[in-house]
């Protein structure tokens, strides 16, 4: 009983790759070793971070803005464990889906820890012990990502936690020490910032969210420490004394100097992922990996060796569900013998933090350092008629574009709504657009968007309202 | 894997145009067979298959300009070479049709606005510009590259014609019914040398008339024994040819050529022979018509007439005439003024052969004339040159007998 294809691991990208497959006609079978289909992004990452940021920011505009405009509700209040118990709903909901998706597609499912034995050859070993071995012409491994932890710190995922016992605190902390001000350390210091927790966010580097462009970076650095976000850059967390009720956390300057000691009730670890590839067998098959875990793939995602290829956490490249999930999909056509492919340039990456911030193509750092000449468009959110109206006229748009040809290189959202605008600039960029033809397309008003529209003006120097 | 690059094609051109792939990606492709139509400036050239094997990938589609050297595609060596490098793509059931479809072609695609607007502004057809966006589209980069292409060639003519020409839109309802050609590349090189011609030379055209009695008897009488010796039919072209040479020999100015502030001479006869085919006109070039003989002639501009049909003819063959002859008669054309194929200096006007009435020693004749021009580039070729020229090229053609002995 041979597979043309058998995907290890139902993330986003390995399930994607699967459905992708079935429907080229592969006879594809999935392994996966958790309970749930769905991975980090759907158990244990994007999917219930988001339903806890949703609650949350409603709960802060009940008890702030709701009153400004007119709307009495009284001094809203959260019952944490129904809280809780919307975002398992979510979860489930979300996995169940892929169960569904699964079986309308006819894709076996096998549950247990995959093992490639030989190129062809997959054993999967069930949680009872028990092994069966699978045969398949081609293996997807898709195996995501696990968190990074820090040496001499253990995450016991109760008051030292990882993202994922911060999506379940059993209560508000009321102090709450995140080390990694990247991505999910914001996100998370947010949520439980508005649900009332005190925030203190150590990071290494002197700025945060690295990797974002600079000007936005700096910008939303000030917006957090309004919202009450206390921040400790260029210093590092070396020790959690866990002996005490309060934790003990001892936090050095990142260049060496006296330490000090800050307490907190949990200490959230948020300092990044490492590629989750060990126990796959790949050193006795002798697929390749790098210095940092991951599989070495070529731009077609084959690895070293014929009929195994390796996606999203588990390769190179941002760590993104949709980055995964555009990899899935090109796999599996890669395997059906179509020209599959991901474009990398045009990667759109989002922080879902109040206001969120979302960016696709080149920072303005990277067009300095390449040696780029580029012009600039900004418009800011207090231009913008509709973001006034909803009394969140924070941030801006900026766009950058080639000097010479106009082409769009890098569009940068600090603002309400980003995640959902960063689309139009994505779909542009891939295009090769320039933008004059983002200025040129009519955009509805009074909307968001028209804060993309004028920022594309200011490219060209005229943005019409600012 | 084998690349399959532009071949040489010639002295001073530099480029060419992507007429037509005969074959998809995926195709199979044996050695030597035709894979893609070049247009350049002066032929349409066929690419052949430089290894057997299939045919993977196409780097320039359909319109696009390329250079020469570079790269067109790609070939996957031997039949079997799809298999090892995908090994999972051999599954037949796993790999539908799609893997042999052509990438999609973006020159259906809308126009970006800013491309839109350019094209309209500077008269420049996006569809003429190379695109770099997704799928080959067009971007607001590469119109204004090519504008800045257009504006630094050194042909001022054909810039500004590439720049500024923009045409006022027809109403509504006429413009339902125009129909809208991208000009070949044979056409647009006709027409911007045309163009430059008038531009550079001080053209003027001199006229006379040659009775063609004696001639056309030469061919009557010898048609048959000529043709079953030379193998092709005695036409008058070679007659045309021969005079010319001589008439050029005896007026140097009319086979020379302007560079700068100096005027050169031809000491050899390379004459243009300008044929009219489906794709345009082009002027294959007899060589040294001074030392070939009239058949010789005849027989070289036989087999340039079937090559241009063709469009079989090669580069080196279209290029160095020193003078030219067109044919209007063929037509039935009475009298025009042909335009100089520059840098030459001159060239002669033929024109249909008519009986008329002619007075000769007194008494009016019926005898088949046909009327002569000669347009000169009036910087070179002074008007008594000009006139002694055609006179000569007149007279040889009335006595063929001169021509046997050099008078």
């Given at each position: 009983m041979a597979y043309d294809l058998i995907v290890i691991g139902t993330g986003p990208g390995g399930y994607v790759c699967a459905i992708r497959a079935a429907q080229l006609g592969l006879k594809t079978a999935v392994v996966e070793k958790n309970a749930t289909f769905g991975g980090t992004c759907l158990n244990v990452g994007c999917i219930p971070s988001k339903a806890l940021l949703h609650a949350s920011e409603l709960y802060e505009e009940a008890g702030g803005s709701f009153a400004k405009m007119g709307i009495k509700v009284g001094k809203p209040s959260v019952d944490l464990a129904a809280l809780l118990a919307y975002k398992a709903q979510n979860v489930e909901s979300n996995v169940n889906g892929v169960a569904f998706l699964f079986k309308k597609n006819k894709i076996e499912a096998?549950?247990?820890?995959?093992?490639?034995?030989?190129?062809?050859?997959?054993?999967?070993?069930?949680?009872?012990?028990?092994?069966?071995?699978?045969?398949?012409?081609?293996?997807?491994?898709?195996?995501?990502?696990?968190?990074?932890?820090?040496?001499?710190?253990?995450?016991?995922?109760?008051?030292?936690?990882?993202?994922?016992?911060?999506?379940?605190?059993?209560?508000?902390?009321?102090?709450?020490?995140?080390?990694?001000?990247?991505?999910?350390?914001?996100?998370?210091?947010?949520?439980?910032?508005?649900?009332?927790?005190?925030?203190?966010?150590?990071?290494?580097?002197?700025?945060?969210?690295?990797?974002?462009?600079?000007?936005?970076?700096?910008?939303?650095?000030?917006?957090?420490?309004?919202?009450?976000?206390?921040?400790?850059?260029?210093s590092k967390v070396t020790a959690v004394d866990t002996s005490g009720k309060i934790l003990k956390v001892k936090v050095e300057p990142a260049a060496g100097g006296a330490a000090e000691t800050l307490e907190a009730d949990v200490v959230l670890v948020a300092i990044g992922r490492v590629p989750f590839t060990d126990g796959l067998g790949l050193e006795a098959v002798g697929v390749k990996k790098d210095n940092r875990g991951r599989v070495i793939v070529d731009p077609h995602l084959r690895t070293n060796v014929a009929g195994i290829y390796a996606i999203g956490d588990a390769v190179a490249g941002p760590m993104l569900a949709h980055k995964a999930e555009d990899e899935g999909v090109a796999a599996a056509e890669i395997i059906a013998g179509q020209a599959g492919h991901v474009n990398y340039d045009v990667i759109p990456n989002v922080v879902y933090t109040s206001p969120e911030i979302a960016s696709v193509g080149k920072t303005e750092e990277e067009l300095k350092q390449a040696g780029l000449a580029y012009n600039v468009g900004k418009f800011p959110f207090s231009a913008n008629a509709r973001a006034r109206a909803n009394l969140a006229a924070e941030g801006f748009v900026k766009i950058l574009a080639d000097a010479k040809t106009d082409r769009v290189l890098g569009v940068h959202i600090l603002g309400p709504d980003a995640e959902t605008m960063i689309a139009e600039a994505a779909i542009a960029m891939e295009f090769g657009a320039s933008s004059e033809d983002i200025a040129r397309t009519c955009h509805a008003h009074p909307t968001l968007t028209e804060a993309v529209k004028e920022a594309a003006l200011a490219v060209a120097k005229r943005a019409i309202n600012y | 894997m084998t690349e399959i690059r532009v071949p040489t094609l010639g002295e001073s051109v530099t480029e060419a145009t992507i007429g037509k792939w005969f074959k998809h990606p995926g195709d199979a492709v044996a050695v030597d067979e035709p894979l893609v139509e070049l247009e350049t400036d002066k032929v349409t050239i066929e690419v052949p298959a430089p290894a057997a094997g299939v045919l993977s990938e196409i780097a320039a589609k359909d319109g696009e300009t390329v250079a020469v050297g570079a790269v067109l595609g790609q070939i996957k060596d031997g039949a079997g070479a799809a298999k090892t490098a995908t090994p999972a793509a051999a599954k037949p059931a796993a790999a539908p049709a799609a893997a042999a479809k052509p990438p999609a072609s973006a020159s259906d695609a809308p126009l970006a606005p800013s491309v839109r607007k350019i094209s309209t502004e500077s008269g420049l057809d996006a569809s003429t510009v190379p695109g770099t966006g997704k799928d080959g589209r067009v971007t607001k980069g590469d119109m204004l590259a090519a504008i800045e292409r257009a504006a630094a060639q050194p042909t001022p003519v054909a810039a500004t014609a590439a720049a500024v020409q923009v045409r006022a839109p027809s109403p509504a309802d006429d413009a339902v019914?125009?129909?809208?050609?991208?000009?070949?590349?044979?056409?647009?090189?006709?027409?911007?040398?045309?163009?430059?011609?008038?531009?550079?030379?001080?053209?003027?055209?001199?006229?006379?008339?040659?009775?063609?009695?004696h001639v056309m008897a030469l061919r009557t009488q010898y048609r048959d024994l000529f043709e079953k010796k030379h193998g092709v039919r005695l036409g008058f072209m070679g007659f045309f040819v021969k005079a010319c040479v001589q008439a050029l020999k005896d007026i140097p100015a009319v086979n020379a050529e302007i560079d700068g502030t100096d005027i050169i001479y031809k000491n050899y006869y390379h004459i243009g022979i300008a044929v009219g085919t489906e794709r345009g006109l082009v002027v294959p070039v007899v060589r040294d018509c001074d030392q070939k003989s009239l058949a010789e002639v005849e027989k070289t501009i036989a087999d340039f007439g079937r090559r241009a049909r063709d469009g079989a003819l090669k580069i080196d063959e279209l290029q160095g005439g020193t003078f030219s002859i067109t044919n209007g008669g063929i037509y039935g054309s009475l009298m025009s003024t042909p335009i100089l194929n520059a840098p030459q200096s001159g060239i002669l006007g033929m024109h249909k052969i008519q009986d008329r009435p002619i007075a000769m020693a007194g008494k009016i004749e019926i005898r088949p004339m046909m009327y002569l021009a000669l347009s000169y580039d009036h910087r070179v070729v002074d008007g008594r040159e000009a006139v002694t020229f055609l006179v000569r090229v007149k007279e040889l053609l009335e006595e063929p007998s001169r021509l046997v002995l050099d008078l």
């Open positions: 096998f549950h247990g820890a995959g093992r490639i034995v030989a190129p062809g050859q997959v054993e999967v070993k069930g949680a009872d012990g028990k092994t069966q071995l699978l045969e398949t012409e081609n293996i997807v491994i898709a195996t995501g990502s696990d968190v990074a932890r820090l040496p001499g710190i253990d995450i016991d995922e109760k008051r030292v936690v990882s993202s994922t016992g911060a999506l379940q605190l059993a209560k508000v902390p009321q102090k709450l020490l995140i080390v990694g001000a990247g991505i999910i350390g914001l996100e998370l210091g947010s949520v439980w910032r508005r649900l009332g927790a005190e925030v203190t966010v150590v990071e290494f580097l002197d700025h945060i969210l690295p990797g974002i462009d600079g000007e936005v970076s700096k910008q939303f650095h000030r917006m957090l420490q309004k919202q009450g976000l206390t921040f400790k850059l260029s | 019914r125009e129909e809208r050609v991208r000009m070949t590349r044979l056409r647009q090189t006709i027409a911007r040398r045309l163009k430059e011609a008038q531009n550079t030379a001080a053209m003027l055209t001199t006229f006379n008339e040659v009775d063609m009695g």
